[in-house]
């Protein structure tokens, strides 16, 4: 079981990518910036909301083994966070996996400089997501 973050702010999208890394058994946790990553990052486990206190306890107990991106969201510049989070040793062993819009050729590229481990398309993600973490996190 793998602890993992999703950073996206697409809830509905999110929401289905969580579904399906909790269906194989991994804690996951909905992220929407980079701040709340950092925090995660951190272990700081401090509680934004009474609900979310059972998964802020969990998160913050262990060491974060993979972060999920989202690249489609023009609003969060997810290879930007990627990038700050590598540059200033924050990530550590935690792996990457970013999924981006097929028709975004350039979003693939700047993630691929940010240095995210797998980079895939959205249909991947969705279809194939517990495998690509299973491979990310086997390397």
Known sequence: MARVL???????FG???QGALQACGHEVELVDGE???????SGAGQRATAEHAAID??????????????LTDPE?????????LKGDGAL????????????????????????IDVVVPRSRIAR???????RLLER
């Open 128 to 134: 194939e997501g517990p495998e690509l973490v299973a």
């Open 35 to 41: 701040a709340r990553v950092r925090e995660r990052l």
């Open 57 to 70: 306890e969990e998160v913050a107990a262990g060491a974060v083994d993979a972060l999920v991106v989202d």
């Open 92 to 115: 550590g062993a935690t792996r990457t996996l970013a999924f981006y819009s097929h028709v975004d050729a350039s979003a693939r590229e700047r993630a691929e400089q940010a240095g």
């Open 6 to 12: 999703a950073l996206t702010r697409d809830l509905l």
């Open 76 to 84: 969060l510049d997810g290879a930007a966070v990627v990038a700050s």
């Open 15 to 17: 929401s289905r990518v």
